[in-house]
Every structure is written in C-alpha cells, then in structure tokens.
C-alpha cells in the first residue's frame, strides 16, 4: 500500500509540476505573438517565425496540460446526470467512464506514437556542420523541426494515462469503502 501511495504521489506531483511549466509556455507564447504584431502592425515589418512559434508553443500547452487538467477533474462531464447522485455513486459512474477513457488514452498514444515517430524518421534532408539530420521540418523559412512538438502529444498522452490511473484507484477505493484514499 505505501508503494501504491508514492506511485500516485508521483503522478499527482508530476502533473501539477508540468502544469505550472505550462503556464510559462503559455507566457512564451503570448510575448511572441504580442511581438509579432507590433512589429506587423506598428512597424509593417512581419516575422516569418512568429505565428508559426506561437502555434507550436500552444500545440505543447494543449497536449501536455491534459494530464494537470485531469488531476482537477477539469475535463468536461455531463453534470446533469453525474451531479445529482452520491459520491459513492459517482465513483461507480467514474469507474465504468473510465474503461472508454483509457481506451481512447491508448488508441490516442499509440496513433501520436505513430505520427511521432513518422515525424521523427522523416528524411527532410537537413544538415548540421555537413551532417545529415534525420527529422521533418517546417516548410516556412524558419524551418524549425516538428517532432519535439509531435512527442509533446505522447508525454501529454502518457502523463493523461498515468493519472487516469491514480483516479481509478482512488475511484475503487471510494466505492469499496465509502472513503477517500489516503
């Protein structure tokens, strides 16, 4: 039971720690699209890096916030329904919605493993000091490589994965016995 404990710990501590970091991936990519349009607007001198920069940054935030969302139990739920039954209830209906939810966790890592890795074996004929680097690239000017961004969507998904499993444990626990985990 104390190995149990610290896994859950682990996850939970994960979570909230890649979730405050997002909050400054956030913050990067608000400067950079602020930067871009003044330098558009004010100074009719676009950037060819900046809405491409911003919508990476948001595309990391997006994936891998998903697991400090589910921590709160910030993802969407019919409350309706859910709402008006008890806790020992709703650790029912959290235990049976949890079997579509890790199906849809794994067939969603698997396919962002696939589009990854496609991503990342990719030959886009780059070369650094006259090396060739394996990787697909963006087809603007700036050229920044994709595949970091595509394995943000595996760790978000692993990351959703993992404290989808605390949430199970404690959801059984609840149901079993009527109380919280501790």
Same mark, same amino acid.
């Given at each position: ?14 979570? /909230? ?14 400067? &950079? &699209? ?9 100074? +009719? ?5 900046? @809405? *491409? ?9 997006? =994936?891998?916030?998903?697991? #400090?969302?589910? #921590? ?13 039954? !008890? ?7 959290? %235990? %049976? !919605? !949890? ?5 849809? +966790? &794994?067939?969603? &890592?698997?396919? =962002? ?5 496609? !991503?990342?074996? #990719?030959?886009?004929?780059?070369? %650094?000091?006259?090396? *060739?680097? $394996?990787?697909? $690239? ?16 595996? $760790?978000?998904?692993? $990351?959703?994965?993992?404290?989808? /499993? ?5 959801? /059984? @626990? ?7 985990? *501790?």
């Amino acid at each position: 039971m104390k190995g149990l404990r610290k896994f859950m710990l682990a996850v939970n501590k994960t979570n /909230i720690f890649v979730g405050k970091m997002m909050v400054w991936v956030t913050l990067m990519a608000v400067a &950079i &699209i602020t930067f871009e349009v003044v330098m558009r607007y004010l100074f +009719n001198m676009p950037t060819n890096w900046g @809405h *491409e920069a911003m919508t990476l940054l948001f595309a990391i935030y997006y =994936c891998v916030a998903a697991g #400090y969302a589910h #921590y709160y139990r910030a993802h969407v739920r019919v409350d309706v329904f859910y709402s008006t039954r !008890s806790p020992r209830t709703r650790a029912y209906l959290d %235990i %049976i !919605s !949890s079997l579509f939810f890790f199906l849809f +966790n &794994i067939l969603f &890592i698997y396919s =962002c493993w696939n589009f990854y890795w496609a !991503s990342q074996t #990719y030959n886009a004929g780059a070369k %650094i000091f006259g090396i *060739e680097i $394996l990787g697909e $690239l963006s087809f603007t000017d700036w050229q920044p490589p994709y595949y970091p961004v595509k394995f943000m969507m595996v $760790l978000g998904g692993v $990351l959703l994965f993992f404290q989808g /499993i605390v949430w199970l444990i404690r959801d /059984i @626990h609840f149901a079993v016995k009527g109380r919280e985990f *501790e």
